[in-house]
């Protein structure tokens, strides 16, 4: 049964790309911190049909991360990973505090390089697989009152475009996907938009990402 992983699955984003991905796999497995959303999550795609399940992964442990993918090699062909899980905390360098840094770095940095450590043995032996990363347009270029997370999404920029690079001998297919902001949870508590409404919806952004996916190494929604 081939499977998608989405990390950060439970909410936002990354539940919206399930909704699209899921049409090229059999099953979606969606992994978070949260069991309550991952629940939520699982009902309303089970509602659509779509053949789901959940694992409470917390993608800072790189114990977690063996250990899941442990599990699900076993269980299904796993044929693609989207890393979308992230975190953001805003305002100048000097009031983001030493743990902010860490959950930053630790989550969309480490996080997403160790999902990708563990996913690529698997694949090789397959010879085929797919990874896309979920950036930002902060991952493009710097901006106020987001120095460190703007640092983090710099860092899977370049992780991703070294790992195309790596691996572009091989039938695994990996993308970086860029874009700007949206109304998800990842602002539930932050000023720093002032106005939200502004922002595109995450169905909207999913939709793009699918609609442009064709392997290729960057995806840009504007
Ligand atoms: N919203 C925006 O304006 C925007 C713009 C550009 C890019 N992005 C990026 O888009 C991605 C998705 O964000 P979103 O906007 O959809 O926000 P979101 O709804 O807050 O989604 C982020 C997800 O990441 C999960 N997560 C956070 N820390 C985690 C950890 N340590 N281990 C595992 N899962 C973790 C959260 O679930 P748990 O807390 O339950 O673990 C949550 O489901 C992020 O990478 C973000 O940087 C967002």
Known sequence: MSALVITGGGTGLGLELAKQYEKNYDHVILTGRTLKNLKKAKRS?????????????????????????????????????????????FSNLESISSAEVHEMIDTNVKGTIFMCKEVLPYYKKQNAGKILNIVSTAGLRGKVNES??????????????????????????????????????????????KDKSRL????????????????????HID
Request: proline share 3%; net charge negative.
């Open 45 to 89: 795609l089970e509602e659509i049909e779509i053949s789901t399940s959940t694992y409470e992964l917390d993608i800072r442990e790189e114990n977690e991360i063996n250990a899941f993918f442990h599990d699900i090699f076993n269980r299904y062909d796993v044929t693609a990973l989207i890393n979308n899980a992230g975190v953001g905390h």
């Open 148 to 193: 460190v997370y703007v640092a983090s999404k710099f860092a899977v920029r370049g992780f991703t475009e070294s790992l195309v690079k790596e691996l572009e001998d091989t039938k695994i297919v990996v993308t970086a996907a860029y874009m700007g902001g949206m109304d998800t949870p990842f602002w539930d508590d932050s000023d720093h938009i």
């Open 200 to 219: 595109k919806s995450p169905q909207q952004i999913a939709k793009a990402i699918y609609q442009q996916d064709n392997g290729q190494p960057e995806i």
